[in-house]
């Protein structure tokens, strides 16, 4: 029977697997960032309430970087004041410096992420600083920010291979991810910003902070789909004992400052595997691939996500 007629997965559990993951939906930040037409600040705010409504619980919903870097976020301020912040949702947003946690602070957000690049060449196309320098302008970010209650999470870019310096030596990473997590970051995600990555570098990375003596629940990973590869490398995640997954509804997705970078691993895509997998995300998927054939007729283009595809056509 094909997976059209049958609209859900057939729940079929695996063992050393968790009971739960946490979504960490990119979509509004991740997604939209990379459009080549600015999406209406009302399209946007409609797209947060129906992943609001589809179950998702946190919803990085946009970034406050410098507008003509990114100019499809620039309307940061407006979105924030026209959000219904749902009870039991979280939305953080992205933050460099700290002009951009001053607007942050002005907009009310309560939650932000700092974004750290893994090689020196990334660090100077995205944030314009050496990789030593990202360290000095995310520093007063963070600990001004936790002083304010707010809670910070950190990503690592390039974790797995990077366009200009080719493979990244996990000890790389290591050392800028604990960084970051001494400086205050309650967690780190772990981007395959370029979608390079392949399962066994997953677990090698993932032990690779073990040995450091990281906490495996302050990690979540982040993979693009470049390579068809994110599911393979969330599972491989999953089974070392990971629970925060970041993904975007609809597979939108890609950093304007990455070469290659594709969209992120859909959400349908990971809803789907986890449904049959028996491990709950709270994620109402039929909800979910509504939102993003919804958001495909206004991007005027189909969701690159398989699972919406399948099941919406
Ligand atoms: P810069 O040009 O070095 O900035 O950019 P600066 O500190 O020299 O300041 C220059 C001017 O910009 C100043 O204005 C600042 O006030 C202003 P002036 O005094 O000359 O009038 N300025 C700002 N204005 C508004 N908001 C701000 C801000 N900051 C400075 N926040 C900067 C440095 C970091 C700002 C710039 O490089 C930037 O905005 N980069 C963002 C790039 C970006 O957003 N990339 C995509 C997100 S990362 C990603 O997608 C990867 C991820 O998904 C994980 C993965 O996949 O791996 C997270
Ligand atoms: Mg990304």
Not at 142 to 165: H, I, K, N, Q, T
Not at 190 to 199: F, R, S
Not at 206 to 226: E, M, W
Not at 237 to 256: E, F, H, I, K, N
């Amino acid at each position: 029977m094909p997976a059209r007629a049958l609209g859900l997965p057939v729940r079929s559990p695996a063992p050393n697997l968790p009971e739960r993951v946490t979504i960490w939906e990119v979509g509004p930040r991740d997604g939209l960032q990379n459009e080549p037409n600015t999406v209406p600040v009302e399209v946007k705010l409609e797209f947060l309430d129906r992943l609001a409504g589809s179950g998702l619980t946190v919803l990085e919903a946009t970034s406050f970087v410098h507008p003509k870097w990114v100019p499809q976020l620039a309307d940061a301020e407006q979105l924030l004041a026209g959000l219904d912040r749902r009870p039991g949702v979280r939305y953080p947003v992205l933050v460099p410096n700290e002009r951009g946690l001053d607007r942050a602070l002005a907009a009310g957000v309560r939650h932000i992420a700092i974004f750290a690049s893994a090689t020196e060449t990334f660090a100077g196309r995205n944030l314009n600083r050496t990789l030593d320098e990202q360290f000095a302008m995310f520093d007063p970010v963070v600990s001004r920010a936790r002083a304010e209650g707010l809670d910070v999470r950190g990503y690592v870019s390039m974790c797995f291979g990077d366009p200009w310096e080719g493979p990244v030596d996990p000890a790389q990473v290591v050392a800028v991810g604990t960084r970051l997590l001494g400086m205050g970051c309650a967690q780190l995600s772990l981007g395959d910003t370029i979608g390079v990555a392949t399962a066994g570098q997953v677990e090698a990375l993932l032990g690779a902070f073990r040995s450091a003596g990281t906490d495996i629940d302050a990690l979540a990973v982040h993979f693009h789909d470049t390579y068809g590869q994110a599911l393979a490398n969330t599972l491989a995640a999953l089974r070392q004992g990971v629970t925060t997954v970041d993904s975007s509804a609809g597979g939108l997705g890609g950093c304007p400052y990455a070469e290659s970078a594709t969209g992120n691993l859909a959400t349908e895509d990971l809803v789907w595997l986890l449904d049959g997998l028996g491990v709950h995300t709270g994620v109402d998927l039929d909800r979910l691939a509504d939102t993003s054939a919804w958001m495909a007729q206004r991007l005027g283009r189909p969701s690159p996500s398989r699972v919406v595809r399948a099941l919406r056509g």
